[in-house]
């Protein structure tokens, strides 16, 4: 079945740095979407990307959508205590899989 | 709008007890989806329906775990007899098949099972 395998698993930045996470898949992928969980939350829907070399952004997270269709990206500029959580990519088919997700942990 | 709703919350259960957990969907969805988080598995598709029934239950683990949507409104998903490694985080999600098919989470059930 369709799998995406996302890195790195953990990020550990001072505030104030950039953060990014990656997104592969195999196959190529009719959409993706992120989500991001805060501790001892749950996932919330962040953005769907569904065109090939696609790029939104959403304050300071800029998300990308390869040209391929085989990969995105998440990057946060500048980051904030506040974005700590783990950040997933999904694969939406009817029903969603996720990747292992990237937590990110913030230094004050 | 209420958003999925999921109880309980949290449940501790000795082992070889039985455990229901009970999600109601956002209300016009026609999606609803089980997943179990556990930090050595992360988030793994347990079960899904569509317009109230079974569309893949690949993900279920094994006999001891079942689940049932009788009705739009509720779905409950059943572990008999429950073991130490089903510990874990259940979420229950659902979705509209119109637009942008976003999923949405309940808070989820924290269970342990000791």
């Known amino acids: 079945g369709q799998q995406v395998m996302q890195i790195p698993q953990y990020q550990h930045v001072q505030e104030g740095e950039d953060f990014t996470t990656y997104c592969n898949s195999s196959?190529?992928?009719?959409?993706i979407q992120w989500y991001k969980q805060r501790p001892g939350g749950h996932p919330v829907f962040l953005i769907q990307l569904v065109k090939s070399g696609e790029v939104k952004k959403q304050k300071r997270l800029t998300f990308q959508f390869g040209e391929a269709k085989k990969n995105s990206s998440l990057h946060i500029t500048a980051t904030q205590t506040t974005d700590v959580g783990t950040y997933f990519c999904?694969?939406?088919?009817?029903?969603?899989?996720f990747g292992q997700g990237t937590t990110l942990q913030v230094k004050p | 709008d209420a958003g999925v709703i999921q109880s309980p919350r949290h449940e501790v259960t000795e082992m070889g007890q039985e455990v229901t957990l009970r999600c109601k969907p956002i209300s016009g969805h026609n999606s609803l989806f089980w997943y179990r988080q556990t930090m050595m598995r992360g988030l793994e598709l347990l079960i899904y329906f569509n317009n109230n029934v079974p569309i893949d239950d690949s993900g279920m683990p094994e006999d001891r775990f079942s689940a049932k949507m009788p009705n739009a409104s509720f779905s409950t998903l059943k572990i008999q007899p429950s073991e130490p490694r089903d510990s874990a985080v259940y979420f229950c999600?659902?979705?509209?098949?119109?637009?942008?098919?976003?999923?949405?989470f309940g808070e989820g059930s924290w269970l342990t099972v000791v």
């Open positions: 999600a659902s979705s509209s098949n119109r637009g942008v098919n976003t999923i949405y």
């Open positions: 999904a694969s939406n088919t009817g029903k969603l899989i």
């Open positions: 196959t190529t992928l009719s959409n």
